[in-house]
């Protein structure tokens, strides 16, 4: 468990009330990683949620299947924002793998559990799927300025 007020200073959770936080709350952990680690696998269960506190990590694109790109860079996330939104997204595997470029200190969030929160309140679902929106929209616009610069 972490604390509610820890949650509420970052934008992703900024809209919800004191009982939606303390509810995410309980299903939260705070944790510590190395410099180097997987934070999350591509095509893998999308398990979690992960909010980054410090540090940062690049997401990295295997692909897959002869002439691809491996291990290609396709964004990064610093302080304050969230990882494996997969996990909220239908069919909920990892599309990217995560990388801490340095020692990192994350909340992660048991994604089964939220998603039943999420269904139980949907006031809750609708502003976490919103947020979520804006986040994979932040990281396709990465995706297209990176793209536009390798045909350039």
Known sequence: ???PELLRRYP???QLNDNQLKAIAMIAEEKTYP??????????SASKLTLLLEGDVDL???GGGEGAISNALVGSIAPGEVLGVSSLIEPYTFISSARATMPVKVVE????ALRALMVADQKLGFALMCNTAQAVLERLKYTQVELAAARA
Do not use: H, P, Q
């Not at 410099?35 to 893998?44: F, P």
């Open 35 to 44: 410099k180097g680690v997987l934070l999350v696998k591509e095509n893998c």
């Open 109 to 112: 969030i048991d994604a089964l």
């Open 1 to 3: 468990m972490v604390s």
């Open 60 to 62: 990295i694109y295997s």
């Open 12 to 14: 992703y959770f900024g």
